[in-house]
């Protein structure tokens, strides 16, 4: 069966709760994206506000404090929120791609260190108690004074488990990243054994149907191809006849599906999700979005990406890609006063950039 992009659109903002804002918890909805990108602090609270009715920014950091959800690295060897219980077993899927990162980074400056040694004797000085970054670097450079410690502290990141404690993660919250063993704060062990299977499932429940190239580019795996067509799955192709699978019981959204207008922050996972993006942007205009390693804050209309937003210190803007109808733009200004309502800048100005203009 051949699935439009129209069809792989809205099916996806149905899974992603962006046809319409979804009664279920913060919790339950964490769960059901699997992860949530926290590269910047402040975009889970926007991205789960897009998606939830009645959304707080308290409801996340209460879950963050209450250590039902944790943020760490993860995907992609990238900062993300999950539920505790998910951590338990995404975690040790990430291993490979966190250690393969580290080498990438840090191999040459840490090339004499053994490794094993390394997260030996971090997971000695983090037993009971929370670190910073730089108090760890410094407590494992007093091992290897002749490496840089930069090196140092980023490679007992990427070999250990670790969890970032409140208040990082906490709306506005800056300063130094903490580290914290991740079991012991969670108070359960990781998984003994991977299960790629699970992760697999998760994710079309969350953003298929889909090919194999996007369950990669999201997770940060390779080789899937074997494990995604042996998996008991739905086959569709796409309107390039690029394969796609999707859960048996998973359904799909007429193409017809009305979508509202929504914004979605730096890094979100529905931008992020694919290999190929078209489902949600032009290649024009993902050459926009998506600039080196930054995803820009994007503007849904139609379901489609057809704008970006900043919020800086002087208030909101909005570049639009085209011009678009009155009543589209009335309703993007409408749902921009609602995110400054929840941001906490209800008076703020909205600077609306004229077409073919960057905003910074």
Not at 306 to 333: K, N, S
Request: proline fraction near 6%; glycine fraction near 8%.
């Amino acid at each position: 069966m051949k699935l439009t992009r129209r069809t792989l659109n809205r099916t996806a903002l149905d899974r992603q709760l962006l046809l319409r804002r979804a009664q279920t918890t913060p919790l339950e909805a964490v769960r059901r994206l699997v992860a949530v990108q926290g590269q910047e602090i402040d975009a889970p609270y926007f991205g789960l506000w897009s998606r939830l009715a009645g959304f707080t920014q308290d409801d996340l950091s209460g879950l963050l404090y209450g250590r039902q959800v944790v943020r760490g690295s993860l995907l992609r060897g990238t900062q993300h929120l999950t539920a505790a219980a998910d951590y338990l077993w995404l975690r040790p899927l990430m291993q490979a791609t966190l250690s393969r990162t580290r080498q990438a980074a840090f191999g040459k400056a840490t090339g004499g260190v053994d490794l094993e040694e390394l997260a030996a004797l971090a997971r000695e000085l983090l037993t009971g108690r929370t670190l910073t970054r730089p108090q760890l670097r410094d407590l494992l450079a007093a091992r290897w004074p002749e490496v840089q410690p930069l090196a140092l502290g980023w490679s007992a990141q990427a070999l250990l488990p670790l969890v970032h404690t409140p208040p990082n993660g906490i709306w506005g919250t800056g300063g130094a990243t903490p580290f914290t063993l991740a079991e012991e704060w969670i108070g359960a062990p990781l998984a003994a054994e991977l299960a790629v299977e699970r992760m697999i499932e998760r994710y079309l429940a969350a953003f298929g149907p889909a090919g194999v190239k996007d369950i990669q580019v999201w997770s940060g795996l390779t080789r899937l191809r074997e494990v995604v067509e042996r998996m008991p799955l739905r086959r569709y192709t796409d309107e390039n006849g690029r394969p796609l699978y999707d859960l048996p019981e998973a359904e799909l959204v007429p193409e017809d599906a009305p979508a509202p207008v929504r914004f979605l922050p730096w890094f979100d996972n529905l931008v992020l999700a694919y290999d190929d993006r078209s489902r949600m942007m032009t290649d024009e205009h993902r050459k926009v979005v998506c600039v080196g390693a930054v995803t820009n804050p994007v503007i849904l209309v139609d379901g489609f990406v057809a704008g970006m937003w900043w919020l800086t210190g002087e208030g909101l803007e909005i570049r639009p890609f085209r011009e678009l109808p009155a009543a589209v733009m009335a309703e993007v200004m409408a749902e921009a006063g609602r995110m400054l309502a929840f941001a906490g800048r209800p008076e703020a100005e909205i600077r609306v950039t004229a077409e073919g203009a960057v905003a910074r």
